[in-house]
């Protein structure tokens, strides 16, 4: 697919946000909630993982990158299998099927799910064993397979299995007082036939092996027992070589692995009376759900693969008989495990902008203008920087913060403790239930605590996911509200990996919204009337759907350009298709799931969906709407699902300074010029990815703004 040179124009100005809405007739009603209308979001959701392995084959990104996004593929899979798959089989299995807006019922959606996903995953092991295993010999990196062990190599994993693996393994063999045990989700083990009697008199025929989940699933060759090169050892390799170990003096017919990946969702009552406590329950409990699904070698038995679909209730369609390792994911221990620096992507050091670094304080820098990050490529210091200030600082009085993913031991939550060890009143709402992070959430909490913080945990029902600062400092005798508002977590880590905005102003009426929004989380009482900011589940939803109609009424000079990770939530969509058909012209940069279908004559025909997909994962949240050449641009932590904009604490800020307002423009310009790392979604539901004409340059947006970027510092 050739694509088509950025020529998007954005006007410079704000303007005020209308109060009033149009309520669509009622036959306009009925036609935009045809089933044809709607994608659907668990597909959809496929289809991203599936964008993500691709890159595995562009070799436009280094080697070693392109494993780690087929490592990453993996990853998302567990995850979706964790989280979606088990949640409508939870559907089915108490009785609560739903009609999905496309039409489709739990068991239909099943059924598709199965027949994609082991399309995907074929695809993925087919990546791995015939083009990145080939790629990476070419490079001298090797897998050593246990049939090409030199004399050498086989005496130095003998003596690793004695010394490292077989004081922690714990076989057990299956007979009526071993019964099958309770694995743990997503843990490697092994079914292994035997034949004979053991010490006992037993005479089992089966055993099963754990694999341990502190042992590495690859191991370095030393370089002693090689003949040059990286030179790598499968775990299960090692397992396999020497079950005979494992149960001395039997037979063993055959060690075939496998890994069941289970429900990890967690569910909490809404008449809590301690969230903390209540959640360390359910987290002892997330790691034996009810299975959903079963990945085995492709080489193991039929019988003894319907002995486990039996053991663990599940059929055929949860089956997945893989050609390598049931576990990609730990292939990203590659990149630490060889010294291969041409073969990954060069580092760089994320900018600190002239505004910050003219000044020693930050709070001088925010009065003088606010402050605008994109974080890779500009530095995440300076939101740490100001935390560590404002500890320090005795003019500040007060520090209040949301954390939803941060870590435990990060300089953010060093620097909380220390503001409140130095006597500064600090409140921080930790979002406990934050996905696959409550241990360290709790953690993180504990530890707060010690030092003094007040730690509250938001509200039951309604996950915490704004991203704001709140600073109180007194100057000239007066008191000054500091926000640092933000599309993503307060994560260091992340900032590296992760493209996300962070906002930074001394705005009174910021401050303000601000100020009542912690207000209200840490408090109780009715909901405050904000100024500038939309929050959920309050008003964002609402304000988007006015501000979308807004352009409805300007019909061809209507403008909209979205930037989200997911759009699905059916009222937002169909607020776009009206847009649509009123001519104005919309772009939607969605990196994910997008259940909206583009380009339908009389319904969507000026509505354009891309998604961007590249070296860092596209994080930032963006509302852009054109108001008649007076533009409007909003970023936030909220995109566009019915969990952001309905069920939790949400904040979308505005832009306002004029230069901050046109750097944005160009970012968004910037997306919608890329050629070669976006993926253009069709209106039969395809994505194909852009690629430059013959007579056109390449255009990679992220790598364009990586240089901008540097540039200017």
Known sequence: MTSKKGNLKIADNEATLPAADTVPSPEESLSLDACENFFNRELGQLQFNHRVLKQALDDTHPLINRLIFC???????????????????????????????????????????????????????????????????????????RHEWTPAQAQWVRTYFDEEILPVV?????????????????????????????????????????????????????????????????????????????????????CYQFRLTRNADLELEDDLEDLASALRGELLSRRFGDGVRLEVADNCPQELVQFLLTEFGLTERDLYEVRGPVNLTRLLAVGGLVNRPDLSYSGFSPVIPRQIRSRDSMFDSIRKRPILLL????????????????????????IRQTLYRSGANSEVAEALADAAR????????IELTARFSEEENLELASRLQEAGVIVVYGVVGYK???????????????????????????????????????????????????????????????????KKLFHSPFTLHSRILQLIERETRLGEKGRIIFKFNGLTEP??????????????????????????RPQVPGLSSTIHVRSIIGRFLEHTRVYYFGNDGQAQVYCSSADGMERNLLRRVEVAFPVEEPALVARLQDDLNTYLADNCQSWVLQADGSYQQNQPAEDEPRLASQLVLLERLTAKS
């Open 71 to 145: 490592c990453i593929f993996s990853s998302n899979m567990d995850e979706f299998f964790e989280i979606r798959v088990a949640g409508i089989r939870q559907q089915l299995k108490y009785g609560r099927e739903q009609i999905y807006a496309d039409g489709l019922q739990p068991e239909q959606l099943l059924a598709e799910i199965s027949r994609v996903a082991h399309e995907y995953i074929d695809e993925q092991y087919d990546i791995l064993n015939n083009v990145l295993i080939p790629e990476l010999e070419k490079q001298n990196i090797h897998f050593v397979r």
């Open 170 to 254: 714990s076989p057990i063999g299956l007979d009526p007082s071993h019964p099958f045990p309770r694995l743990v989700n997503k843990s490697l083990n092994f079914i292994v036939e035997l034949d004979g009697k053991d010490a006992f008199g037993r005479e089992t025929g089966m055993a099963i092996v754990p694999a341990p989940k502190s042992l590495p699933r690859l191991v370095r060759l030393p370089d002693d027992v090689c003949d040059g090169g990286d030179n790598l050892v499968f775990l299960s390799s090692m397992i396999h070589a020497h079950t005979d170990e494992l149960f001395p003096g039997m037979e063993i017919k055959g």
């Open 375 to 398: 974080h890779p490529y500009e530095n995440f210091s300076p939101v740490v920087d100001l935390l560590r200030q404002a500890a320090k600082d005795p003019q500040v009085l007060a």
């Open 422 to 429: 130095r006597g500064k009143e600090v409140t921080v709402v």
């Open 464 to 530: 915490t996911h704004a991203k704001m600062i709140l600073i109180v400092r007194r100057e000239e005798g007066r008191l000054r509200r500091y926000v640092h508002l933000g599309t993503g977590n307060y994560h260091a880590a992340n900032a590296r990996l992760y493209t996300d905005y962070s906002f930074m102003t001394c705005d009174e009426a910021i401050g303000d919204d601000v100020n009542k929004l912690f207000q209200q989380l840490t408090g109780m009482g009715k909901a405050l009337k904000i």
């Open 571 to 596: 009222q937002l969509i169909k607020a776009l298709y009206r847009a649509s058909q009123a001519g104005a012209k919309i772009d939607l940069i969605i990196r994910g799931i997008c259940c909206l």
